[in-house]
C-alpha cells in the first residue's frame, strides 16, 4: 500500500512563494506518474501539475503554467510543487496523488495541505 503525505503549505503574501513537498512510502514510485491537484472552497478538484517520475515529463495546468515548477526529489519517491508568484486564487488544498504507468486514474492521494493566499 503507498501512503503520501504532503507538506509545506501555509499564508502567503500575493506575490510569494511556497514549496510543496509529497513523500510517497509503502512502495518505490519510480514508474509511476505523480500529480498534484486542488481543491478551493465550493470547487472542484482540480488538476494542477504532473510529473513522470520515469521519463521526467512535466505537465501543468494554464493557470499556473510559468509561476509553478513541479520536480523530482533526488530520493525519487519525493515531488516537489515550487509555487511562486502566488495569487489569491491559488488558495486552496493541495493534494498530491500517483498512478501506475499504464493507469487512467489516480490511485493514492495524500491528505493535503492549505495553501492560503492573502491579498
Known amino acids: 500500500q503507498v501512503q503520501l503525505v504532503e507538506s509545506g503549505g501555509g499564508l502567503v503574501q500575493a506575490g510569494g512563494s511556497l514549496r510543496l513537498s509529497c513523500a510517497a512510502s509503502g512502495r518505490t514510485l519510480s514508474t509511476y506518474t505523480r500529480g498534484w491537484f486542488r481543491q478551493a472552497p465550493g470547487k472542484e478538484r482540480e488538476f494542477v501539475s504532473a510529473?513522470?517520475?520515469?521519463?521526467?515529463?512535466?505537465y501543468y495546468a494554464n493557470s499556473v503554467k510559468g509561476r509553478f515548477t513541479i520536480v523530482r526529489g533526488n530520493a525519487n519517491n519525493t515531488v516537489y510543487l515550487r509555487m511562486n508568484n502566488l495569487k489569491p486564487e491559488d488558495t486552496a488544498v493541495y493534494y498530491c496523488?500517483?498512478?501506475?504507468?499504464?493507469?487512467?486514474?489516480?490511485?493514492?492521494w495524500g491528505q493535503g495541505t492549505q495553501v492560503t493566499v492573502s491579498s
Open positions: 496523488a500517483a498512478r501506475g504507468r499504464a493507469a487512467p486514474l489516480y490511485a493514492y
Open positions: 510529473i513522470s517520475m520515469s521519463g521526467g515529463a512535466t
